[in-house]
């Protein structure tokens, strides 16, 4: 069965430094997410990614935070200046098409700690 | 905006007894799907079941079936004959219909152990 990957499994940064999460979603979904969870707390989301663009995205998507499909397959969150606070779960998330009651799939995940 | 409440942060069940997770949610749309997701400690997000808001009928996975109150906006998760593997967490999500408004909004979780 298809599925979504990321990598690296878990990110290690230095407070204000630039870290990139990636991901490979379904092949032919058409819509990418991404997603975050601070241990112990609920999943939010980020952003939403569509047609080469960003479609939506949530007041924690900062200018410090931005996405990228800089090929056919791959999804990229770019983190600029992180902060202690950018400690988290990043999970990506792919959908074949929005209309229609489909999950999203979620890849494992991308556990990224600033120290 | 829609809001997802899960009230219960913890659940315990006997193995192989049933136990029920409850959610409520809140929208001004007719038309959305909810969806139960299971969260084991890998923290892999896996889908549990999914529900249809136009759809009267209540969804049923095999042990998992859901009971779904669209004027109480309330979709409670039941599962039956608990088994240790069903030890996770577990949340509620809530996805609009609009093709253009489609992430997910997520409950904030019940954590569920299951007693051998």
């Known amino acids: 069965e298809p599925e979504v990957t990321q990598t690296p499994s878990h990110q290690v940064t230095q407070m204000g430094q630039e870290v990139i999460l990636r991901c490979v979603p379904i092949?032919?979904?058409?819509?990418f997410y991404w997603y975050r969870q601070i241990l112990g707390q609920k999943v939010e989301f980020l952003v939403s990614?569509?047609?080469?663009?960003?479609?939506?995205k949530s007041e924690i998507f900062d200018d410090r935070f931005s996405v990228e499909r800089p090929d056919g397959s791959n999804f990229t969150l770019k983190i600029r200046s992180t902060k202690l606070e950018d400690s988290a779960m990043y999970f990506c998330?792919?959908?074949?098409?929005?209309?229609?009651?489909?999950?999203?799939?979620f890849g494992p995940g991308t556990r990224l700690t600033v120290t | 905006a829609q809001t997802v409440t899960q009230s219960q942060p913890e659940m315990s069940v006997q193995e192989a007894e049933t136990v029920t997770l409850s959610c409520t949610y809140d929208?001004?749309?007719?038309?959305?799907?909810l969806f139960w997701y299971k969260q084991p400690p890998s923290r892999q997000m896996i889908l549990v079941i999914r529900q249809e808001a136009y759809k009267q009928q209540n969804a049923t996975e095999n042990r998992f079936s859901v009971n779904f109150q669209k004027a109480a906006k309330s979709f409670s998760l039941k599962i039956s004959d608990s088994q240790l593997g069903d030890a996770a967490m577990y949340f509620c999500a809530y996805r609009s219909y609009r093709y253009n408004n489609n992430d997910m909004r997520f409950g904030a979780g019940t954590r569920l152990t299951v007693k051998p």
């Open positions: 990614f569509y047609n080469n663009e960003i479609s939506e």
């Open positions: 092949s032919n979904h058409l819509y």
């Open positions: 998330a792919s959908l074949e098409l929005a209309g229609g009651p489909r999950e999203q799939y």
């Open positions: 929208t001004s749309e007719s038309d959305y799907y």
